[in-house]
Nanobody, 122 residues
Framework: VQLQASGGGLAQAGDSLRLSCAASGGTINRSTMGWFRQAPGKERDFVTGITWNSGLTYYSDSVKGRFTISRDNAKNTVYLQMNSLKPEDTAVYYC????????????????WGQGTQVTVSS
């Protein structure tokens, strides 16, 4: 499975952005999907995850209430709606996939997209 993330860019504090992650080379219907991010000089951290049937979603405390993950299995695509952006959200965002069940551990994800840059200015 190949993952292609898109939708990153420049934003101002308080703005919204929507990231997309399109999967190819296989189906994600039974996959747990998620997003990690890596800011300059920092480790790659968990942001959010969603189970294969959208039954459960998980968020890091830093984005809870501002970000929303969703998926459309028919389109093999996962989305990340980011609202009320803050400068500390600036990072490269990576789309990830693995088989069930959900985990927030970076090393447990088998597939990674190439990353998309999100830059938020104050």
């Amino acid at each position: 499975v190949q993952l292609q993330a898109s939708g990153g860019g420049l934003a101002q504090a308080g703005d919204s952005l929507r990231l997309s992650c399109a999967a190819s080379g296989g189906t994600i219907n039974r996959s747990t999907m998620g997003w990690f991010r890596q800011a300059p000089g920092k480790e790659r951290d968990f942001v959010t995850g969603i189970t294969w049937n959208s039954g459960l979603t998980y968020y890091s405390d830093s984005v809870k209430g501002r970000f929303t993950i969703s998926r459309d299995n028919a389109k093999n695509t996962v989305y990340l709606q980011m609202n009320s952006l803050k400068p500390e959200d600036t990072a490269v965002y990576y789309c990830v996939a693995r088989g069930p069940p959900f985990t927030g551990w970076r090393d447990e994800y088998d597939y990674w997209g190439q990353g998309t840059q999100v830059t938020v200015s104050s």
